[in-house]
């Protein structure tokens, strides 16, 4: 059974880098046809979808967030991490990894609800 696990810092001053891991265990994450992602959800709004990074290490943004967001990995650790710089208060949410698949196709998918493996979560505050 896969499993992720979120760490990171619960607070984050404005303007900064925000910053967060995901150890993934019980799975590679280069396993063929698997995508790992990050979603968010603002408190009182719905669970969006931030970008993906694939099993060949493409990654993938959405279009509202890329010019802020980075995603990477380091194999030898099994992790995948989340840089979204430049945050603003609007960026205070629970962050979520998680894992779908496998799919094969090269068009990703962003709905969060089609992704079957998931984090617990970690709260991020954005506040000076």
């Known amino acids: 059974q896969v499993q992720l696990q979120e760490s990171g810092p619960g607070l984050v001053k404005p303007s900064q880098t925000l910053s967060l891991t995901c150890t993934v265990s019980?799975?590679?994450?280069?396993?063929?046809?698997?995508?790992w992602s990050w979603i968010r959800q603002p408190p009182g709004k719905a669970l969006e979808w931030m970008g993906a990074?694939?099993?060949?290490?493409?990654?993938y943004y959405s279009p509202s967030l890329k010019s802020r967001t980075s995603i990477s990995r380091d194999t030898s650790k099994n992790q995948f991490t989340l840089q979204l710089s430049s945050v603003t208060p609007e960026d205070t949410a629970v962050y979520y990894c998680?894992?779908?698949?496998?799919?094969?196709?090269?068009?990703?998918?962003?709905?969060?609800?089609?992704?079957?493996?998931w984090g617990q979560g970690t709260q991020v505050t954005v506040s000076s």
């Open positions: 998680a894992r779908g698949g496998p799919w094969h196709t090269s068009v990703v998918v962003t709905s969060p609800g089609q992704y079957d493996n």
């Open positions: 990074i694939a099993y060949s290490g493409r990654t």
């Open positions: 019980g799975g590679s994450i280069t396993t063929n046809s698997y995508y």
